[in-house]
Structure formats: C-alpha cells, structure tokens
C-alpha cells in the first residue's frame, strides 16, 4: 500500500517539480518537446526490445523450456511503455532503465530472486473432460437405474426385423 501512494502521490509531484526546474533552465517549449521526443525514441525501442524478447521466449517454448526470464523481461518492457508514455523525465528514466537489455536482465533476476513475479507452468498432459459448457460438456445428465426382467424371449419383437 506504501509502495502505490509513493508511485500515485510522491513520484508525480517530483516530476512535475523537476519539468518547473527543466522549463526555467531551458524554456516550456523545449522542455515539452523533450518529453515528445522521449516517449517517441522509447516506444521505437520498446518495438524492438519487445519483439527481440518474445522471440527468445518463442525459441525457448520450441525448446521445451520454460521461458520465465522473458516472461518477467516482457513485463518490464510493458511497464517500460506505460512509463514512457507518462509524460515527466523520472518516469522516462525509469522506462529506459526497464528497455536497456544490460540493465533489464538483472532486475528481472532480481524480481524472480526474489519471488516477486514467479512463473508456475502445470504441465499435465491427456484428456481432461472439460469443454466450453463445464466439465462432462455433454448438456444436462440426467441419473437413472435400470435392471434386467425375465429373459430375452419375453422381449417384443422390433416391427422392422420381420
């Protein structure tokens, strides 16, 4: 709960503090063009390093291997878009912190060291008897009992075997 009124409350008054500071230092136009113009250099790194990732995560399924690194990897990289998007250098700093590969890898290491994101795979295999109307997936079942009487000579004929 501390953690998001930190990020809510805390990190948005120190961005806008420091654009105030960036503005006074270099102008409002230039400063709100820096903005654009990092959110546009990030979300054509967060393409590349996107697609780079779920190519290793597709190489490693094709290998039989669990692809928790990349599945945390493609988690920062998505948070690396949201951060990128939200206007402000703190947040930009971070984003590209979560794009840049060499600085990725071992917050993705961490995260999964320390159990913040894990990765659980159940890997059971056959036939389970579940379909799109719940397990059975045959419709309504109805219970009944039935039992044999007398013998087969008592049955009726079927009028069509004559």
């Known amino acids: 709960m501390r953690i998001l009124l930190l990020f809510f409350i805390v990190v948005p008054l120190l961005e806008m503090l420091l654009l105030f500071e960036v ?35 597709r190489r490693r399924i094709e290998t039989g291997e669990l692809p928790a690194t990349e599945i945390v990897e493609g ?23 979560f794009l840049t590969p060499p600085l990725r890898v071992p917050v993705a290491a961490w995260l999964i060291g320390r159990g913040i994101w894990a990765v659980q795979v159940n890997r059971q295999a056959g036939f389970h008897g579940h379909s799109k109307r719940g397990p059975g997936g045959a419709g309504n079942v109805y219970e009944g009992e039935y039992s044999k009487q007398g013998p087969e000579s008592d049955r009726l004929e079927d009028p069509d075997d004559r």
Do not use: E, H, N, S
Request: net charge positive; no cysteine; proline share 2%.
């Open 23 to 57: 503005a006074d230092y270099i102008g409002g136009l230039w400063t709100v063009g820096l903005v654009v113009l990092t959110a546009v250099v990030g979300i054509q790194i967060l393409k590349r390093q996107g697609l780079r990732t779920l190519l290793r995560a």
């Open 75 to 97: 988690m920062l990289i998505a948070a690396a878009g949201a951060l990128l998007l939200t206007p402000g250098f703190i947040t930009d700093t971070l984003g590209f912190v």
